[in-house]
Each structure stands twice: as structure tokens, then as C-alpha cells.
């Protein structure tokens, strides 16, 4: 299948500081990429989807100059956590749609952790 | 917002047990999907059906949909200590195009 990889897969920053954690799609080309959240024993909450090329469309409640997505490439998208604050500690997960099989892949995930 | 509710929201079997989980969603829908999650892990893509599908079956997962209802069950038989995992439904329909709704989830611990 279909591999999306996610970098860091961990990271513990300080309370102020910016995270920046990437997606790639290795095997194929993403116009649409989507970022998750999920915090412990929950569901996985869509944040924003990310469009190659444009600007990304973000869920109600997502503050878009908090969480800034940039899909710059057919392969990547990145999502930067600003002024990060321990309330912001939590599991992104990406995944990116593949349009000829209607199909998300989703990466391993990044554990985020503010102190 | 999550527009799924699963049920039950843990379920604990011995191995050799067959787990059936549910999935209620509220909108129209063009697919549902389930997914494995381990702890701290990503997800892994179980099976997809379409809403004009009613069952579907994959090695031991076996799907129902029932677009009346609209709900979902997984049932996964003679299960193994592996299948230890959290399950989650997720949806897609017309007006969300391929973005995912994805349901609460259940937590299914399978003892030895």
C-alpha cells in the first residue's frame, strides 16, 4: 500500500515555542493532504485540509494562525504549531488522499509535548 | 465535530471470541470506512464499504451497513491477542467531499 511518513515522530518543545512537523506522501503525489488531532483515548479531530498549491481550509474552531499549513509540493505538507503551549500536547496525525483510489493514507504520527 | 458514536466503548473478550463493534453516523453518506489504531500509533486501513453496499467481507472482518439505520457494525471473528487495538469508523459523503468524519471509537482488549 500506499506509505505517508511523518517527521518528527516525537517532539517536546517549550511552552512558546514553534513546532513544525512534516508529511510526505514517498509513493505518490497528494494534492490534499489532512491534518488530525487526537488527544489521549479520543477520536481523531480533522483540523484542516490542505490543497497543493492554495491555501488550506480549516475546521471550525481551528485557529489558522496558530496551526500553519503549507502544501508546497505534490509530496509534503507541513504543519507548524506557533507559540506552542502545553494545551497544545497532543498526537498529529496526516494523511494524504490518493485521488485515483479514493483513498487516505495516514502517517504514523507525531507526539507533541509542550512544557 | 464527530458525527459518529461508536458502541461499546471498550469491549474486552478472551481469544477465540468473535467482537462485534457499532457505528451510528447522523448525515448522508457516499462510504464508510474502519480502521485499527494502536496505541500511539497511526491508523491502519481495515475496509471501506459504499453506501449501496450492505456487507463485505475480508478475512476475518466481516462489515454491515445499514443505511436505513445508518449504522455500521465490524465484527471481527476468533480473535487473537493481536487484534488488541482501538477501532474507529469514519465517513464521507456529499457535502464533505473526501474529508473523513471519524466516530468515537472502541477500545477492544483481547486476552489470551
Known amino acids: 500500500g500506499a506509505v505517508v511518513s511523518q517527521h518528527p515522530s516525537r517532539v517536546i518543545c517549550k511552552s512558546g515555542t514553534s513546532v513544525k512537523i512534516e508529511c510526505r506522501s514517498l509513493?505518490?503525489?497528494?494534492?490534499?493532504m489532512f491534518w488530525y488531532r487526537q488527544f489521549p483515548k479520543q477520536s481523531l479531530m480533522l483540523m484542516a485540509t490542505s490543497n497543493e498549491g492554495s491555501k488550506a481550509t480549516y475546521e471550525q474552531g481551528v485557529e489558522k494562525d496558530k496551526f500553519l499549513i503549507n502544501h508546497a509540493s505534490l509530496t509534503l505538507s507541513t504543519l507548524t504549531v506557533t507559540s506552542a503551549h502545553p494545551e497544545d500536547s497532543s498526537f498529529y496525525i496526516c494523511?494524504?488522499?490518493?485521488?485515483?483510489?479514493?483513498?487516505?493514507?495516514f502517517g504514523p504520527g507525531t507526539r507533541l509535548t509542550v512544557t | 465535530s464527530q458525527q459518529g458514536e461508536e458502541d461499546p466503548q471498550a469491549l474486552s473478550i478472551q481469544e477465540g471470541e468473535n467482537a462485534t463493534m457499532n457505528c451510528s453516523y447522523k448525515?448522508?453518506?457516499?462510504?464508510l470506512q474502519w480502521y485499527r489504531q494502536n496505541s500511539g500509533r497511526g491508523l491502519v486501513h481495515l475496509i471501506l464499504?459504499?453506501?449501496?453496499?450492505r456487507e463485505k467481507h475480508s478475512g476475518r472482518l466481516r462489515v454491515t451497513l445499514d443505511t436505513s439505520k445508518k449504522s455500521s457494525s465490524l465484527l471481527i471473528t476468533a480473535s487473537r491477542a493481536a487484534d488488541t487495538a482501538s477501532y474507529f469508523c469514519?465517513?464521507?459523503?456529499?457535502?464533505?467531499?473526501?474529508?473523513?468524519?471519524f466516530g468515537e471509537g472502541t477500545q477492544l482488549t483481547v486476552n489470551p
Open positions: 494523511s494524504a488522499f490518493r485521488d485515483t483510489f479514493y483513498e487516505q493514507y
Open positions: 469514519a465517513t464521507d459523503g456529499e457535502t464533505s467531499g473526501s474529508r473523513l468524519t
Open positions: 464499504i459504499r453506501s449501496n453496499e
Open positions: 448525515t448522508s453518506i457516499n462510504n
Open positions: 509513493d505518490f503525489q497528494a494534492t490534499t
